[in-house]
Antibody, heavy 122, light 109 residues
Framework: EVQLLQSGGGLEQAGGSLRLSCAAS????????LCWVRQAPGKGLEWVSL????????YYADSVKGRFTISRDNSRNMLYLQMSSLRAEDTAVYYC???????????????WGQGTLVTVSS | EIVLTQSPGTLSLSPGDRATLSCRAS???????LAWYQQKPAQAPRLVIY???IRATGIPDRFSGSGSGTDFTLTISRLEPEDFAMYYC??????????FGQGTKLEIK
């Protein structure tokens, strides 16, 4: 069974940093691209970042580029999102998600973590 | 960046009705790389349709997707009580960033 178990998050002040983690199991980790998607309170979904299976390429939404870093440890089946220079508008539930069928982009998201709340106080 | 616009914002229907949700893209979505997700309160999204028209695993056949280019539709033929939720479209063509529509709330009339 595919599982994505998230940890991290919580309350941080504006300008601070947080790291989110996503522990994966039930599939061949390095053969799938992974994403972070966020959802501000009462709002819609916002795509944040994607990393390909090898970890060799990463992509970001303009809203987080230069502040957030996605990474993965294929030896530990772990996905991370390092968030720095946090802003109040980064307050959201953050989901990790797995690509449907492969290691690259051009894939929908077929499995999702349970979500973790990040609150940035100004 | 491709902007996706969903309509209507809210759709009020009754169980047994047919639901038609629209997603329009600001430019053509390459290879029809368009997905639909269902999200219920306090839950993670669930993939419903990908490739514009392919049902994801475990999705009932009352759900269908259609469209190409810039205009896409999610149809639910006969609404069941469990179908009332938020629905989002997402494009994943070309290279990232990938974008979601703002969502359609399907509510019980």
């Amino acid at each position: 069974e595919v599982q994505l178990l998230q940890s991290g998050g919580g309350l941080e002040q504006a300008g601070g940093s947080l790291r989110l983690s996503c522990a994966a199991s039930g599939f061949s980790f390095s053969t799938y691209a992974l994403c972070w998607v966020r959802q501000a309170p009462g709002k819609g979904l916002e795509w944040v970042s994607l990393i390909i299976g090898s970890g060799g390429s990463a992509y970001y939404a303009d809203s987080v580029k230069g502040r957030f870093t996605i990474s993965r440890d294929n030896s530990r089946n772990m996905l991370y999102l390092q968030m720095s220079s946090l802003r109040a508008e980064d307050t959201a539930v953050y989901y990790c998600a797995r690509a449907y069928g492969g290691a690259f982009y051009n894939e929908p998201l077929s499995y999702w973590g349970q979500g973790t709340l990040v609150t940035v106080s100004s | 960046e491709i902007v996706l616009t969903q309509s209507p914002g809210t759709l009020s229907l009754s169980p047994g009705d047919r639901a038609t949700l629209s997603c329009r893209a600001s430019q053509s979505v390459s290879s029809n790389y368009l997905a639909w997700y269902q999200q219920k309160p306090a839950q993670a999204p669930r993939l419903v349709i990908y490739g514009a028209s392919i049902r994801a695993t475990g999705i009932p056949d009352r759900f269908s997707g259609s469209g190409s280019g810039t205009d896409f539709t999610l149809t639910i033929s006969r609404l069941e009580p469990e179908d009332f939720a938020m629905y989002y479209c997402q494009q994943y063509g070309r290279s990232p960033p990938y974008t979601f529509g703002q969502g359609t709330k399907l509510e019980i009339k």
